[in-house]
C-alpha cells in the first residue's frame, strides 16, 4: 500500500476548523501537505 492510500483517510482540521479527508487534498491535482510544530 503506498504511503498516499495510507494517508488519505485521515481527517485532520483545516485553517477554519473545519475536518477534511486528507485524500480529498489530491484526489483531483496533486497537493503539498506541510505540517509545522509551533514552539510556543
Known sequence: MSLAAKL???TLPDADGKPVRLG????DRPAVVVFLRHYG
Open 8 to 10: 488519505a483517510p485521515i
Open 24 to 27: 480529498s487534498l489530491w484526489a
